[in-house]
């Protein structure tokens, strides 16, 4: 299978780099803008790219299918095998990001979450593994290292005779990554100490590499990032922790006692690792979105092969209504997901200089589709879904996980719509001050308020919207007016609630939640558009099904946008509030029929 089939013959042009626009794509969507040349047109991979990138994947699939048998045995077993983790080593799949020069393969972002999409088809543990280790586990060091240090471990990490595994959470810290207690204090040559326990770290047990957040003494208080390896005296590792799914994968508690660390294996800036933290698991998001693409590709062609054979009522079950809807809401999900997860990877590989709310997206909406298409799937199968003896019920609890870690679908969906309001906030802030000093500085007050009504009339009028019906095209041109319509309406109500709440709206957690989901709609509705209208009208069933997807999509948004919006101004929270404080308060459900 070619890594993006559907674009094929088109000439590559990358998304315009960041530089030419004011603020990246979904905080324009905040604003009531969209930028149009950030996703027209489609991103197709170059051609020297997509060669290496077919080979890759080709022996991804040979190498996986052929243990399809053993994946069973060892979530059974809770581990890998030495030898599964040595085969791939052979097959070089811990140097997929790494530059050629230090031994790797050199994918692009674009070309390594192609590669995680191919692995997680056959099984999410398996692509766990490589997927830590690269995302993740040695992100910080190709992103924040010094030559010197890139020169000591990438050859190493490349072949995989180093694993990596990234350090951040603590028994008292998990989304709060902030609060985290390791602590690294310098000795009297100027080398680190490091004291804590870190828990839940993927590839823990396997892992020689690791790359440590601690709270450094010296600066404040700070957090700092360190490159600690396994052989270092001091270094525990914990006994595997058992798990609902990922079961293969290992995930294992890392201590450190009066661990030294050499003065040279501090990682980017002292006092910045909170910053490295937070970069890392953005660049990693679209590792983890092609994951769950590649789950869900293995999720529908289990349904549909299963829906075509089960024979009920003296029928094929693939011909009810309520099944086929099923098969169809996998599908334009996962068109979706691929959509969104393939253009943030696209954004990292143009030198976007902050993909960060994007990658929340995408990372939000494909996980979330990946949980609804794992467990549809396994309606579909039903009680055979529910036995051991088939797949089913194993995707379903790996996929129970992609919600949780690299940021919880809650954090993140406050990370998105705090970043989208907190520009327009300052805007109307700096409105609010302006106001007061026109009469000081009449210039810069009244340009600030004229920037602003402008956009005010272009909000109400819509004229002067940068226009995206003429890129989608006239089969698309009524989608494409939904997302201009309700890209109007998302800065808008961004408006209303800003001054409604003012700076309390850090606390508004439901009304977050909403503008979160509006902009995820519009965010990945523009992407599935700009993918849809890329493709070229070759008169197949694959276009005329993708249009109809594109089709699909929009409506499905429209009404959750609608009632997103709605939900924003009527404002039920404190009900639900109250609600939820009177059970905590009673620790459980007090009503009873008896
Ligand atoms: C299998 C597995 C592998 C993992 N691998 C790694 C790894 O390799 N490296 C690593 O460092 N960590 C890893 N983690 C940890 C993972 O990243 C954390 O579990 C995750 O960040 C959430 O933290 P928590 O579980 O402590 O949940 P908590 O932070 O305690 O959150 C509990 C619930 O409260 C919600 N919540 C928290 N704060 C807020 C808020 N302000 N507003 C609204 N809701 C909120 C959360 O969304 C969640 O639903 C792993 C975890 C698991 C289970």
Excluded at 556 to 568: D, F, G, P
Aim: include cysteine; aromatic fraction near 8%.
């Amino acid at each position: 299978m070619s890594a993006n089939p559907n674009v094929e013959g088109q000439v590559f042009e990358p998304p315009k780099p960041v530089e030419n626009m004011k603020i990246g794509p979904a905080k324009a969507l905040f604003h009531g803008e969209i930028t149009q040349s950030a996703f027209w047109p489609f991103p197709k991979i170059d051609a020297e790219q997509k060669e290496m990138l077919d080979m890759v994947v080709e022996s991804v699939d040979r190498f996986l299918a052929d243990q399809q048998d053993a994946f069973g045995e060892w979530d059974a077993k809770g581990e890998q095998p030495p030898e599964f983790i040595e085969s791939l080593r052979e097959l070089g799949l811990f140097g997929l990001i790494i530059p050629v020069d230090y031994g790797g393969i050199g994918l692009s972002n674009a070309g390594y979450s192609r590669v995680l999409q191919q692995s997680s088809r056959h099984d999410s543990s398996a692509s766990l593994t490589i997927g830590a280790h690269s995302s993740i586990g040695m992100k910080g060091l190709l992103l924040f290292g010094t030559d010197t240090q890139k020169q000591q471990y990438l050859p190493r990490l490349a072949s995989g005779e180093l694993i990596a595994a990234y350090c951040l959470t603590e028994p008292g810290s998990g989304s709060d990554a902030a609060s985290i207690q390791t602590k690294a204090t310098r000795d009297a040559n100027g080398d680190w100490v490091l004291n804590g326990e870190k828990i839940w770290i993927t590839n823990g047990g396997i892992a020689d590499f690791y790359t440590v957040f601690a709270r450094t003494e010296s600066a404040g208080g700070k957090i700092s990032a360190f490159l600690v390896e396994r052989d270092f005296p001091g270094v525990s590792v914990g006994k595997k922790d058992g798990k609902l799914g990922i079961r293969a994968s290992s995930t294992t508690s890392v201590g450190f006692t009066d661990v030294k660390v050499p003065a040279q294996n501090l990682l980017g800036e002292e006092g910045k690792g909170f910053k490295i933290a937070m970069s890392i698991l953005n660049n990693g998001r679209t590792g983890l979105g092609g994951g769950a693409v590649g789950g869900m590709k293995h999720c529908i062609e289990l349904a549909a092969k299963q829906a075509v054979e089960r024979k009920q009522f003296g029928r094929s079950i693939s011909e009810f209504g309520l099944i086929k809807k099923k098969i169809a809401q996998m599908t334009i999900d996962c068109f979706a997901a691929e959509s969104a997860v393939w253009m943030v990877a696209h954004y990292i590989d143009s030198g976007y200089s902050d993909y960060s709310i994007e990658a929340s997206i995408s990372k939000v909406f494909a996980s979330e589709a990946m949980m609804r298409t794992a467990s549809e799937s396994l309606q579909i199968a039903a009680g055979s879904g529910y036995m051991k003896e088939l797949p089913y019920e194993r995707i379903f609890r790996d996929s129970r996980i992609l919600t949780i870690f690299e940021g919880t679908s809650e954090i993140l969906r406050l990370f998105i719509a705090m970043s989208g309001m907190r520009e327009v906030g300052n805007l109307l802030q700096e409105i609010g001050s302006a106001v007061g000093d026109i009469f000081n500085h009449p210039i810069k007050g009244f340009g600030l308020l004229t920037d602003y009504a402008g956009r005010q009339i272009t909000h109400r009028t819509s004229l002067g919207q940068d226009r995206i019906v003429g890129a989608a095209g006239s089969a698309l041109r009524d989608d494409a007016l939904i997302f201009e319509k309700y890209t109007l309406e998302l800065g808008r109500m961004t408006d209303v609630m800003l001054r409604r709440y003012g700076k309390a709206i850090v606390d508004k957690q439901f009304v977050l939640q909403l503008a979160a989901d509006v902009a995820i709609d519009l965010f990945v509705g523009l992407c599935v558009i700009a993918r849809a209208s890329s493709m070229p009208d070759d008169d197949s069933d694959q276009y005329r099904q993708a249009l109809s997807i594109a089709h699909q999509f929009s409506q499905q948004a429209k009404r959750r946008i609608n009632r997103n919006l709605r939900a924003m101004l009527r404002n039920e929270d404190e009900n639900a509030k109250s609600l939820a404080t009177y059970i905590c308060e009673v620790e459980g459900y007090p009503w009873d029929t008896l």
